[in-house]
């Protein structure tokens, strides 16, 4: 199994930016698609975006299309969420999560996939 550590988090104003990444370790990073979530406080986990094994497909929620960038390096093991116009309503503890099902980003449910990094807070000031 693979194993996933977020980090990449904080503070920032509206309309800033940040750069989470998700370090794997364990079995071979390339062989997971990944996907990112987010909870906000008092709700429910939501998709974010997912990144297929290799890189060349992506999926975005609609709620960060233009917005937010997935990305990810096998050679380096990580996986990365730019995140670029944030707004108040993007504040959220953020996850990334690894499945090895198929080789797919359109998996948008998050008991889809196994494997969870402890999560990052990302809080957007107004």
């Known amino acids: 199994q693979v194993q996933l550590v977020e980090s990449g988090g904080g503070l920032v104003q509206a309309g800033g930016s940040l750069r989470l990444s998700c370090a794997a370790s364990g079995r071979t990073f390339s062989m997971y698609a990944v996907g990112w979530f987010r909870r906000a406080p008092g709700k429910e986990r939501d998709f974010v975006a997912a990144i297929s094994r290799s890189g060349t497909s992506t999926n975005y929620a609609d709620s960060v299309k233009g917005r937010f960038t997935i990305s990810r390096d096998n050679a380096k093991n990580t996986a990365y969420l730019q995140m670029n116009g944030l707004n108040p309503e993007d504040t959220a503890v953020y996850y990334c999560?690894?499945?090895?099902?198929?080789?797919?980003?359109?998996?948008?449910?998050?008991?889809?996939?196994?494997?969870w990094g402890q999560g990052t807070q990302v809080t957007v000031s107004s």
């Open positions: 999560a690894a499945h090895n099902l198929i080789d797919t980003p359109y998996y948008r449910a998050s008991r889809l996939y196994p494997y």
